[in-house]
């Protein structure tokens, strides 16, 4: 097992594991293991920075680790678009709304279904996903006037441009 040095906040512990066994399923064993790794490599947060950061939505678990999307590298951000643009991914394809045609693009919440699958995480975990990827310009809407949400929206990959 994992020790850390810095004294613990118990309380804060006890509530970062609660929300982790609530939303992502995760037995309080492995929890424990997952706090505990990422206090070490973050020796100057806490437990209580941690479940800030995770009800703020800027940690999240993915394949059962801490993903700090404060330091999120862009080839994870690549993997994410990867996966969307996979065979089990979302349908690019033309779309038309209000007689206007819009090519090769998605549904957001086809998107938000798919990273639900794909990674085994929360609605509000896939939403955040989609976002990060329109605000490192890796998606995009196809009008630039909404940022990513779980809609009925078109969006379009960066490299599908037009």
């Not at 037995?27 to 424990?32: D, G, H, T, V």
């Not at 779309?95 to 990273?115: K, N």
Request: aromatic share 8%; charged share 20%.
């Amino acid at each position: 097992m994992t020790t850390i040095n810095a004294p613990v906040d118990q309380d804060g512990m006890s509530q970062v594991l609660h929300i982790l066994a609530m939303r992502n399923q995760i037995q309080p064993r492995e929890s424990l293991s997952l706090v505990n790794n990422w206090l070490q490599a973050n020796p100057n947060e806490s437990a209580a920075s941690l479940k800030r950061f995770l009800q703020a939505g800027k940690i999240l678990i993915l394949n059962r680790s801490i993903v700090d999307l404060r330091q999120i590298p862009h080839a994870q951000l690549e993997q994410i678009v990867a996966t969307l643009r996979g065979a089990q991914g979302v349908e690019v394809k033309e779309r038309w709304h209000m007689a206007r045609r819009y090519p090769r693009c998605f549904i957001g919440s086809e998107a938000v279904t798919c990273l639900q699958t794909a990674y085994g995480i929360s609605l509000a975990e896939a939403i955040r996903y989609g976002q990060l990827l329109v605000e490192n310009g890796l998606v995009s809407h196809v009008t630039g006037q909404h940022l990513f949400e779980n809609e009925f929206l078109f969006y379009r990959f960066q490299q599908d441009a037009v």
